[in-house]
């Protein structure tokens, strides 16, 4: 490997001595998570201007490349892998230096992103995802669920509260079900014509009045009145 | 539109966008095909086999089993014509290649061989590459006139020398010491300079002069190694007299072989017993010659007999190759020996490529099949020809259940009553043979909950239980046929050498019958073809065919139901092939030089209509599409979120027709009715850069037109833009009441409305998913230049995405998101995951018998097969579907209930008798 890359280094000074336009980079080969990465000999990389293009393949070390004889110009260079994604590179060739930016995709080629090294580093951002992935059956997801939590609370209630009522002095009883009777509207004890609507607008009204109301508005906002 | 389809309707709507194959059914669903394309240069070792192809394929072949280890497309780097292929030590092999542009620049890069990873890589002007010889560094002769010495190990030049004036190079050879530049010049004729090899400066200023006479002679032949070069050629006026010159030679003798009979070709090649030349004659026969060469006297040593075989020289040993058999032969003064003989099965095919080595030989057949085989036998075949696809389509196989044939049916209904019965008895005895594998099968089946479960068998013409197996029939560029079977990976079904026995393939198309497919030539020949077998029915010449006409492309119509199917030649004749003609008047249209044209047939004439033309000459018409007559409409409109509809303009004649600006750089889209000729909408786009080489991709849909093309402005990117057509912009408007769209009544100009995405990649197709019933959503495919294939559903590309706004609950009832011109960035979208699919040109569609699911082909050098479900896989059980866990559930609510059932019913009776336990 170290001779690769000696022969590679005497290579780059050689092609920079030859001509003005020739660009090196390397893909970086390690990635955030600590993950050493290894690009195969079928990574390419392009760069692309209007009228030109040129490819190239990395090296023999596994992440270099190196383009000869590029000619003057603004160019966009990308990374062709199966494995790995990267950003879309800027590259602007003039005579005396090479500038790289970041591009952003969807904006005019004039807005330029930040400045980037030169020679070109490189890093996927991100591995290649094509798959979706089918959910097994799972007891703690399951478990996790609070519908599930909800319905088994309740069914525990079904069972525990009666106890609860039991274990009370019949006094206390009456005058727990009393309370009750005098919090709960009379609308939820009656849930035959109970009006959600103004329930929740927090009108007080007795449940036979407000059930009359409810259906004035309805006929005279509702979709009979339009048919007419 | 019935109910069923209403509430399918409400499925797909809801169907979400983002959607991706399942790790699982990855390389269970798709297969793909790697080729390389018709070798043009090969380098055989024990090792490797490295190949250079015509497609511009770089690989590296087992040479145990055939498959490629690597390959690098290098379409737009090298040349095959102007190229050498050549080993640079022993991990390393060497391209020298021509880039296309012009020609003038010349190409060179060094590979490892195992790995396929570039080592150096280098640009020489000067010209294409003449020659290349490796002596350690590489020396490399231009067309130019220029030889250059650069590092084996860095590609950097160590020096340059050029030719004198009026000297054309012709060929190289060097030596650790010196380097022959071969060159031919009007009054000196052949000869050679010798330059150093350290120096680059010539060793002495003489021209070497090799044969005065030969200074027209265009090529030398030359082949090193055993320790002399030898280079060989003819001079025209000369009889058919063959000179040679040693090169390693001192003295620079020039000998003259006189074949012993006419011949077509020879290779002369240097052995440890003499000099080989190896002829073929005009016959077709071909034979060896053995000379021995001491100081300037050329003696004949030995003769073979002429065959019908291939002879070739590998590694200083004489091969013959015949379609049975091959031979390693030791030829001597007492004729040819056999050394060793193996049978081996080779294809019948004429040989067209022969490269031996001193282990094997690798050969060539025109029908498109190599074979690389040594002196025991065969040890791989590879089949190239479906590298270069012409046409293909898709062929339904029988269902199963299907054993009953027509004829039986007929038989059973018609004969007397005692002889049917015994018959259907007879029938029902033989189908219980199936018995035990159906009940084998249908357990397996009920256990796993898959239908895969039961292999279909490959040698059968039965399709599977949901259609997904086809074949796929391919007409390839050597005249041959192939079927692929999709459900087996590909594997080829059958297949059919030079089907139209030696015309060019210019279509295949399906018959009246749906098992039959009509294959026309470029000659007027045509063959009907079982598509399921491969049998050739019937072949004949289409009569009254005109004298120098070519067949350019198949033309079907639909009159009636009736389908009729004609070639249309250059001459503009049409050419009915299955007998009949349309008794009524139809109507095409055709590109021809940069214009439409529209033609009527009628009373079995051609008469053009109308010509629609470019706005100014320099438009070019890079591409056009119709709709795929087979697509089928579901809903004449589009219902929007208040419930009034938008009626689709379903005009089944629009052609869409594209077309570049070559000096503007600029891009227009027309669409035009192809019966009519009328123009019914036209985008130019006049503002942006576009790309006019790669062109506009376009597909046309139900009511939609889809066309991308890469452009510099405003942003750079690939756009890609949507043309959505509606009968008027008016809701609950519609102008066309019949079932059926005319061409020729009246109706308005239809309303379009446009949108344009952005895509990340560079598109090379589009094609469009067509599902059974036309219920599902459709899908667009497009091919990529990075070798991927992604889908875009059609739902995304909506012209009717709200801008800049959240969509409102009535848009949101339609299935719109807001717009946002980033399209394709997910990685989800490419159907195609890693399989580096190279050099697409088309993708195909075929429904399977599920209306969700749509199987998809692309061909161009690779082929690829998947399936995809543009709206879910609603109508098939998912895979992630328990069984085992349903019936655990059942269960456990059984022990529920059994347990909750007598608790209930304690507690209702203590309630009714008032006791509280």
């Known amino acids: ?228 | 539109m019935n109910v069923r389809a209403l509430s399918l309707f409400l499925i797909l709507v809801t169907a979400s966008f983002v959607r991706a194959l399942f790790a699982d059914e990855a390389f269970v669903v798709d297969w793909h095909i790697r080729s390389i394309g018709s070798i043009y240069s090969a380098l055989v070792s024990p090792d490797s086999v490295a190949v250079f192809s015509e497609s511009s394929v770089l690989a590296s072949l087992d040479p145990i089993n055939g498959t490629i280890r690597w390959r690098h497309w290098l379409d737009e780097s090298a040349v095959p014509q102007h190229s050498h292929l050549i080993r640079l030590d022993s991990s390393a092999i060497l391209l020298i290649a021509a880039t296309p542009a012009d020609a003038s620049i010349t190409h060179i890069a060094a590979w490892i061989e195992d790995s396929g990873y570039l080592v150096w890589e280098a640009y020489l002007s000067g010209g294409a590459p003449v020659g290349v010889s490796v002596a350690g560094d590489v020396y490399v002769l231009l067309s130019g006139g220029m030889v250059q010495r650069l590092s084996r190990r860095t590609g950097s030049e160590v020096w340059e020398y050029s030719l004198p004036e009026g000297h054309y190079p012709v060929d190289i050879v060097a030596s650790k010491q010196s380097v022959s530049v071969i060159t031919r010049k009007q009054d000196k004729g052949l000869g050679y300079f010798i330059v150093g090899a350290e120096s680059g400066e010539l060793a002495s200023d003489n021209l070497v002069v090799i044969d005065k006479n030969a200074a027209a002679v265009p090529s030398v032949a030359k082949t090193e190694g055993h320790g002399s070069d030898i280079i060989s050629w003819t001079v025209p006026g000369e009889g058919g007299s063959i000179k040679f010159a040693n090169l390693s030679d001192t003295a620079m003798s020039v000998y003259t072989i006189d074949p012993k009979a006419p011949y077509a070709s020879f290779s002369l090649t240097s052995t440890s017993t003499g000099i080989v030349a190896t002829l073929a004659g005009l016959d077709g026969r071909s034979w060896a010659e053995l000379y021995s060469t001491s100081g300037s006297k050329l003696r004949l040593v030995g003769v073979t007999s002429p065959t019908e075989s291939t002879i070739a020289v590998g590694a200083g040993k004489l091969f013959e190759i015949s379609k049975g058999s091959i031979s390693r032969l030791a030829l001597g003064s007492d004729g040819a020996n056999v050394e060793s003989r193996t049978e081996v099965g080779l294809p019948s095919s004429p040989i067209e490529f022969l490269t031996c080595s001193s282990s094997a030989c690798l050969v060539g057949f025109k029908n498109g099949e190599y074979v690389l085989a040594n002196i025991t036998g065969v040890t791989w075949t590879r089949d190239e020809s479906i590298a270069d696809v012409v046409s293909a389509l898709f062929v339904e196989l029988e269902e199963e259940g299907e054993s009953l044939s027509l004829g039986e049916v007929l038989f059973e209904e018609n004969a007397a009553p005692l002889q049917a019965y015994i018959h259907r008895v007879k029938r029902h005895w033989n189908a219980l043979a199936g018995l035990p594998q159906y009940v084998v099968g249908f357990f397996q089946r009920f256990m796993s909950g898959d239908y895969d479960a039961v292999p279909v068998d490959p040698n059968s013409t039965v399709t599977d239980t949901f259609g997904f197996r086809k074949f796929i029939v391919l007409a390839t560029t050597k005249g041959g046929l192939r079927a692929l079977d999709t459900a087996h990976s590909g594997a080829f079904a059958w297949k059919v050498d030079d089907v139209l026995e030696s015309d060019v393939v210019v279509g295949i198309v399906h018959g009246d019958a749906k098992d039959k497919l009509y294959v026309v030539g470029k000659f007027g020949t045509v063959a009907y073809i079982n598509a399921l077998t491969g049998k050739i029915v019937t072949i004949s010449k289409i009569a009254d065919f005109g004298l120098g006409d070519k067949v350019e492309s198949v033309v079907t119509f639909v009159d009636d139901g009736v389908q009729y199917i004609s070639a249309w030649t250059a001459h503009g004749q049409l050419h009915f092939l299955n007998g009949s003609s349309p008794s009524k008047s139809v109507y095409f249209s055709k590109v021809i030089d940069n214009a439409v044209v529209g033609y009527i047939y009628k009373e079995d004439r051609v008469i053009p209509t109308w010509r629609f033309t470019l706005p100014t000459s320099s438009y070019k018409i890079t591409s056009f599409a119709s709709r795929d007559p087979d697509d089928k409409t579901v809903s004449v409109g589009r219902v929007l979120g208040d419930r009034s509809v938008l009626y689709k303009y379903l005009n089944p004649h629009i052609l869409a027709v594209a077309a570049v600006h070559e000096d503007t750089k600029s891009a227009a889209v027309f669409l035009i009715d192809d019966v009519s000729g009328r123009l019914l909408y036209s985008s130019f786009h006049d503002d942006e850069v576009v790309d006019t080489a790669a062109g506009v991709k376009l597909v046309v849909g139900e009511h939609w037109v889809v066309y991308s093309y890469w452009s510099e402005l405003a942003t750079r990117g690939e756009k890609l833009v949507v043309l959505d057509l509606y009968e008027s912009d008016v809701r609950n408007e519609r102008w066309s009441n019949a079932q059926n769209f005319s061409s020729f009544t009246e109706t308005p100009l239809p309303f379009v409305q446009d949108q344009a995405y952005l895509f990340p990649e560079h598109i090379t197709s589009l094609a469009v998913s067509r599902s059974r019933f036309g219920i599902t959503n459709r899908d667009i495919i497009a091919t990529l230049d990075n070798a991927q294939i992604a889908v875009i559903p059609k739902r995304l590309l909506d012209a009717r995405r709200p801008i800049n706004r959240d969509p409102t609950n009535e848009e949101k009832e339609e299935g719109l998101v807001k717009y946002d011109a980033l399209v394709g960035d997910d990685k989800r979208f490419i159907i195609s995951h890693v399989f580096n699919v190279v050099g697409t040109k088309k993708t195909i569609c075929n429904p399977a018998y599920l209306e969700s699911t749509v199987l998809v082909f692309a061909y161009g050098l690779d082929l690829f097969f998947t399936r995809i479900t543009p709206s879910q896989p609603f109508d098939l059980l998912s895979k992630s579907f328990n069984k085992g866990q349903l019936l655990l559930t059942i269960f456990a609510l059984m022990v529920g209930v059994r347990f909750t059932g007598p608790m209930v019913r304690r507690k209702q009776l203590n309630i009714r008798w008032g006791t509280q336990n």
């Open chain 1, 1 to 228: 490997m170290l001779r690769w890359k000696l022969i590679l280094i005497a290579l780059f000074l050689l092609a920079h001595a030859v001509s003005a336009y020739s660009l090196r980079g390397f893909l970086g080969s390690t990635v955030p998570n600590g993950h050493h990465i290894t690009y195969s000999p079928t990574t390419e990389v392009i760069l692309r201007s209007a009228d030109a293009k040129y490819k190239t393949y990395i090296r023999a070390d596994g992440e270099s490349f190196v383009f000869l004889n590029v000619t003057a110009g603004s160019y966009a260079l990308s990374v062709n892998s199966a494995e790995h994604l990267f950003h879309t590179l800027r590259v602007d060739v003039a005579e005396s230096d090479v500038q790289v930016f970041l591009t952003h995709r969807g904006n005019e080629w004039e807005f330029k992103g930040p400045r980037q090294p030169y020679p070109i580093e490189l890093k996927p951002f991100a591995p290649a995802v094509y798959y979706q992935y089918r959910e097994g059956f799972n007891i703690l997801k399951l478990l996790k669920n609070p519908m599930l939590i909800i319905s088994l609370l309740t069914l525990g209630m079904v069972f525990v509260l009666p106890k609860i009522m039991d274990s009370l002095d019949p006094e206390q009883l009456k005058e727990i079900q009393q309370q009750q009777a005098k919090s709960v509207p009379s609308a939820i004890a009656n849930p035959m014509n109970f009006d959600v609507a103004s329930y929740l607008a927090g009108k007080s009204s007795g449940p036979s009045a407000s059930g009359s109301s409810a259906s004035q508005s309805n006929s005279a906002g509702g979709p009979r009145s339009r048919k007419s």
